[in-house]
């Protein structure tokens, strides 16, 4: 699978509150690095960590990948992402918007999500 299918299987999963999915698309030394809390490390943190952002918000978004670079068994992509969020407990929506940075490792002969780091472009107040 390309980094770029990789990126819309994640999109789709992400939109879909699918965390088997999202986890899938992860090798096996996974480390997501959420905005406003610590880095997200192994299965079990990685998994509670998108529970907690499906349990408080539903994303409708879309991702643009700006640059993909690969080299041997490593690649990094530098996307950002734009669409609606609807914040489950306060049943509102507002404008979301971030910027990405994914670090890939080739396992197995497939890509897989090794680090995954955002932040947003668009504060809230």
Not at 48 to 61: C, D, E, M, P, S
Not at 63 to 81: L, Q
């Amino acid at each position: 699978m390309s980094i770029q299918t990789l990126l819309q299987r994640y999109e789709t999963a992400l939109n879909s509150n699918d965390i088997d999915t999202i986890l899938g698309l992860y090798g096996r030394e996974r480390v997501f690095m959420p905005q406003h809390v610590p880095a997200l490390i192994g299965r079990a943190a990685v998994r509670a960590g998108y529970a907690q952002v499906f349990a408080t918000l539903k994303l409708a978004i879309r991702f643009d990948i700006h640059e993909v670079e690969e080299n041997g068994e490593w690649a990094w992509a530098r996307t950002s992402s734009a669409g609606r969020t609807h914040i489950l407990s306060a049943d509102v929506e507002v404008e979301e918007g971030n910027n990405e940075l994914f670090v890939f490792r080739r396992e197995d002969g497939e890509w897989k999500i090794h680090r995954y780091l955002f932040s947003t472009n668009q504060p809230r107040a």
